[in-house]
């Protein structure tokens, strides 16, 4: 964790009056120029953490690769990230010169919906309890508790089991970073669901709609948009999953 933390001395003041110098935890935060098909494509702003999966994840989410299987090679050196796909794909996403910390391209309500796929069925189905609890492990975060200076996201099974986690300074960064990681463990998304620290906008909505998930949870607001995006793909929005309550604002046959 050290690899990603600096302390630095800061003036602390008080309600009181009174103030102090103390050492404290600061998220490192560094750049790193995506390198695609032997071509410079963007420079993101990133935690250093979890990077291959990071890659992964925000190929996948760009609409860059579809499977796994489409990167014929990956790797990571320094602040640079080579990938080699097998060949390129139809309708790839423009790039950008820098990704900066939020880690969007500001998708508006149209574009999601012309992105987003269908999630049918309704099989799946959790309680709230296993919600809630899912979601108030995004406080418990080893970065987020030891600097604040955090977002993340957590992939779950069905039954509430963690199966990827991430954290980064962006909130989009940590999701492309916890769906990166599922595709490198071959989970089925179909049977997964979602939690996230940051609100919900259609862009944010789209990701887990891209790879099937069928519930999205956040601590914070969905926007009206990416309510709009979720009802119409049949993802389940929930926000406000704090202080033993949530919001579900569309699709909440899921929710037990």
Known sequence: MNDFVIRRKIRRSYATGNSEEVEDDIVKES?????????????????????????????????????????????????????????????????????????????????????????????????????????????????????????????????????VASEDIGRHNAVDKTVGGGLMKRVDFRECWLAVSGRLPADMVLKPLLLGIPIVASVSAPTSDGIEVGEHSGLTVVGFVRGGRLNCYCHPERIE
């Open 31 to 163: 750049r790193l120029l995506i390198r695609l098909d032997g071509k410079d494509f963007i420079q993101a702003v990133l935690t250093p953490s979890q990077v291959e999966e990071f890659v992964v994840g925000f190929l996948r989410t760009r609409g860059l690769i579809k499977t796994l299987n489409d990167i014929a090679r990956l790797e990571v050196a320094g602040e640079i990230a080579s990938v080699m796909r097998i060949a390129p794909l139809a309708g790839v996403v423009p790039g950008l010169d820098l990704l900066e910390t939020t880690g969007s391209r500001n998708i508006g309500k149209e574009q999601a919906l012309r992105h987003a796929v269908r999630i049918s069925g309704s099989h799946f189905r959790i309680s709230s309890k296993t919600l809630m609890q899912g979601v108030g492990m995004l406080a418990e975060m080893p970065l987020f508790k030891k600097t604040g200076g955090t977002h993340c996201a957590i992939l779950f099974s069905q039954k509430g089991d963690p199966l």
